[in-house]
């Protein structure tokens, strides 16, 4: 297996930009309520469907498992460390693996930033950083949820649908193999 597959310096700079821009918009949206919100105020643009209600977890994405903040550190810099790797040692054989990898990483890294205290809401009571979740479609959902959770969404269901892709191409490419050397089979014995 080759371990680092050479990629272009543009393609660097686009992976780079992917994640800097995730993490920019995540951050930026975070510090946007924490500025001008006060914690569970929650604001309508759609009334009944979707609201901006700010509020913070220190679980998963979506505020699931609240109080497992280590948990979800550790597991969180590993997943950055492996999709970081794939994807600048050059694994990363199309656009679209590229972009969900930089997605990932941007979700991961925008509320590794807040778990770590290093965002723009630290928990008085226990003193830890906590995610800001704001995104809340009433009654859709259950769960409020912030701009790295859909990164991290958004870029599991195109690495999903990459896999699907790549499974479907080489069904097809098998199937013609196996039609060519039928083929060639049948002229043989000719």
């Known amino acids: 297996m080759v371990w680092f597959k050479k990629k ?5 700079i686009i992976y780079s930009a992917i994640i800097l821009g995730g993490i920019l918009i995540d951050q930026l949206s975070k510090f946007l309520v924490f500025k001008f ?11 009944g469907f979707l609201h901006i209600t700010y509020t913070t977890n220190d679980g998963a994405a ?7 903040r280590w948990v979800f550190i550790v597991v969180s810099l590993i997943a950055i460390l492996v999709f970081g790797a794939y994807l600048y040692l050059g694994h990363a054989d199309n656009w679209l693996y590229a972009v ?3 997605m990932v990483i941007s979700g991961g890294i925008g509320n590794m930033i807040d778990r770590l205290g290093l965002g723009f809401y630290v928990n008085p009571v226990t003193g830890n950083g906590e995610v ?19 990164f991290v969404c958004v870029g599991a ?22 039609a060519a050397l039928g083929k060639e089979n049948d002229s043989d014995g000719k």
């Open 62 to 68: 979506f505020g699931m498992m609240d109080g497992a």
């Open 157 to 178: 269901g195109l690495l999903i649908l990459a896999l699907v892709i790549d499974i479907v191409k080489e069904s097809k490419e098998e199937k013609a193999k196996k």
């Open 37 to 47: 919100m006060h914690l569970y105020e929650s604001i309508p643009l759609i009334k």
């Open 100 to 102: 969900a990898l930089g």
């Open 8 to 12: 272009t310096p543009l393609e660097y």
């Open 132 to 150: 800001i979740d704001f995104i809340d479609f009433c009654g859709i959902w259950n769960a409020i949820f912030n701009g790295a959770d859909s």
